[in-house]
């Protein structure tokens, strides 16, 4: 007698609004479980039924250890055995930019162990997570100045750590860009085959075929200029979208056609009139230090890049979690504004179908905190291929079903 089949899937620690569930799940990997300890990250995640995992646990993950997970994946199936495990910890206590903020509160000294910063030892859950479930394969993704602490490469500490689990672990430093987002945006992203499936993973050198981005990689334009113009503080959502006749390739992945003539979040910030003649006045590129001084509210030596517009011919600065507290990072090429919130999901790979809850500010660091999906599905068809699996959907599949089973 045969025993009961066992099916695939993956776990998503630190999995926020989903950007890895979804780059990830349209190369056909199925979620069991999402742990976050942001309960509208995760309402969000649930809004997106094709990408939602069987279940979601929002905790700190340092109090919801593996086999608390292992007994509630019981609870819900003796078939689900566990393939994948991938997330992305928080990365502020190991950014450049997170440091000096962290320093700034007086939160981390300027000199000292890495470790004494409590966000810089997650990863460590995730080594737990990997060590007890024996996955097929894990992805971990985090910011470059994990390499660069102190003086110190802490990823090389931490891929000896994974290694020593019995995985084969490839360190690659990712540029999004290449991979085909309209984003300035690299990362290190650890990838460990078990070494039983005698396999290497070979870091991508640009966007899956099937993806059909066309020539160079896409920029801001290809991304965001088919939007409607949208005045400073616009809070109506949804409103009517027409299609351009012409799409980007990069615009045909983040709208599939089936998608009907309106389009929702393309909300935006409201500001001073100070603020909008400074933005009026910045050229495309321009950085706060080129505003003339009467423009300026701030000293322009430390605050050099407060305020940057985009070029349309560009891609887009990285974007971050900071946008939950404002866009000046983020100005609109041609328009006196900041980008709405629908302008950053599409430079962060959100396509339009997808769903967010919350309010303006929340889903403004959900898209800055998530790894950019498109990043995640050049990623999981890596993996996939250095191991000789043949993908059960592609990016373009995949929105084509969401479209199916839309009202």
Not at 75 to 93: H, N
């Amino acid at each position: 007698m045969g025993g009961v089949r066992p099916r695939s899937y993956a776990l998503d620690l630190f999995s926020g609004a989903g950007g890895l569930s979804l780059g990830l799940a349209a190369a056909g990997v199925r979620f069991a479980a999402a742990v976050d300890s942001d309960p509208r990250a995760l309402a969000t995640l649930r809004l997106n039924s094709r990408v939602r995992p069987l279940t979601t646990v929002c905790r700190d993950i340092r109090k919801f250890g593996p086999r608390q997970m292992q007994a509630r994946l019981r609870a819900l199936s003796p078939r689900i055995t566990i393939d994948w495990i991938v997330g992305g910890p928080p990365c502020q206590g190991w950014s450049t930019i997170g440091r000096a903020k962290l320093r700034s509160l007086g939160r981390l000294a300027d000199e000292g162990p890495a470790y004494h910063e409590p966000r810089n030892r997650l990863y460590r859950s995730f080594l737990g997570y990997v060590a007890h479930f024996r996955p097929k394969f894990f992805l971990m993704e985090n910011v470059p100045g994990m390499r660069s602490y102190n003086g110190d490469d802490h990823a090389l500490d931490i891929r000896e750590q994974f290694s020593s689990l019995g995985y084969e672990v490839t360190l690659s430093m990712v540029d999004c860009h290449r991979l085909g987002l309209p984003q300035r945006r690299r990362r290190i992203a650890f990838v460990g085959i078990r070494e039983d499936l005698r396999a290497k993973f070979t870091k991508p050198r640009g966007p899956p075929r099937d993806l059909g981005i066309r020539g160079n990689p896409p920029v801001v334009r290809d991304a965001i200029a088919d939007l409607p113009r949208v005045p400073v503080g616009s809070d109506r959502t949804p409103i009517p979208y027409s299609r351009p006749e012409e799409p980007s390739s990069y615009l045909e992945l983040m709208r599939p056609e089936w998608m009907n003539g309106s389009i929702d979040r393309h909300v935006t910030r409201w500001h001073g009139p100070k603020d909008l003649l400074a933005f009026r006045t910045l050229e495309q590129g321009g950085i706060y230090s080129d505003l003339p001084e009467n423009l300026r509210r701030y000293r322009s030596d430390i605050f050099r890049d407060r305020f940057r517009r985009l070029a349309w011919r560009e891609p887009a600065p990285c974007l971050t979690a900071h946008l939950a507290k404002d866009c000046y990072s983020h100005i609109h090429p041609s328009q006196a504004r900041t980008i709405s919130v629908r302008e950053a999901a599409r430079l962060q790979s959100f396509p339009d179908w997808y769903s967010f809850e919350g309010a303006m500010g929340d889903v403004f660091r959900q898209i800055g905190n998530s790894v950019p999906p498109l990043a995640a599905y050049a990623l999981g068809r890596g993996i996939q291929r250095a191991v000789g699996d043949t993908p059960t959907s592609t990016w373009a599949d995949f929105g084509e079903r969401i479209g199916k089973v839309r009202p």
